[in-house]
């Protein structure tokens, strides 16, 4: 028999659980009527009233008038609030740091980067909090708290970097309790990747399935890897981390220490230092010149010298699409997921890339797994790290969660 103790933890348990599954019905739906939202999550009128009563008391939701007139009592709809709270996510994986507050809804509402010209250790940390203190003094509505999204294998507990943060060089650093300490907010702190994976399942292509595949190339290589709806970790964190599998024996050195890892090929900054030592070395280049007198190189560049037919631009972005196209074979090989998402820098290289990865993905893979697989760039752009890292919040503290259509 339960205790009154027990039953009435056990009565709080399923009203948060309510409160949950009605406040994420009604954030998917964007409008809905109490009636509809009874119907989708078969919850009882009663519940759902109780729910909806204790998220407007919150503020986290609100009416909107009256939905289409029909016959009868036309019902009122509701909807998420946008802006009954604001978030700050950060992404800190980038030659700068960059931040962001962000509302309910994804909008961004005010962003700021700020170049790490090299930092690392405390002088880093530093630097987060001139970053993050500014981002709050910038919000216009009270704080649901901090989301972190950095590289390295991050201890979730203490929310510290535990292994190959390596450009932070914060090995010991307890990220999580730093910041909650100076700011007394709710602080999450998660692999960049992984938060990416998160932005893209928040923000981006969500088909329903409660499965996605984020390969995140910039800076460096990761994935992130959202399963039957929850996001993976893994069991020493490193779920996703494909950068420093071997791609080739006699590669670049990578900053892992090892040799020809599959970032050293595929992430955005090492097609860019592939472009320039080829172009430095071929006088047909069209970017032979700039190469030699070493100025700065971009993603577009890059893409107009492919597009004219600059044949070492071809061979680096071909051989960034075959590691990645190993990446997208390997992940479909073990997860079996159907949605895959490449974001990050590398998606300003457009279909030349993309295609590339897609054909060296169906080339290595089971050929009826990858035909039913979709590999696309994400449209959400550079924000994505700092947006998933918020979007920790809206799911850690309001119990906001895609729901999953089967
Ligand atoms: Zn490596």
New binding site residues.
Partial sequence: MSSPTTLKATQQQTKAHNNSLVLSTIYEAGEISRATVARRTALSRTSVGEAVGELLERGLVEEIGLARPRLGKPPILLRVKADARHLIGVDLSGPEFRGAVINLRGEIRHALSLARDGRSGSAAVELVYSLLDQLITAAGAPLLGLGIGTPGLIDLQRGSPVHWAVNLDWLDVPLRELLEVRYGLPVYVLNDSQAAAMGEYFFGAHDGTGNLVVIKSEEGLGAGVVLEGRLLHGDHFGAGEI??LAFSDDGQP??????G????VASASAILRAVRAAARADEHSALHSSAVRDEPLDMEAVLAAYEAGDRCVRQVIRTAGRGLGLAIAMLVGTLNVQNIVIAGGVTRLGEPLLEAARQEGRARALAALAQATSVEFSAIGSDITALGAAAVLLHQELGIWPLQRS
């Fill in positions: 950068g420093h990578c900053r892992c220490g090892n040799t890892c599959l970032e050293t």
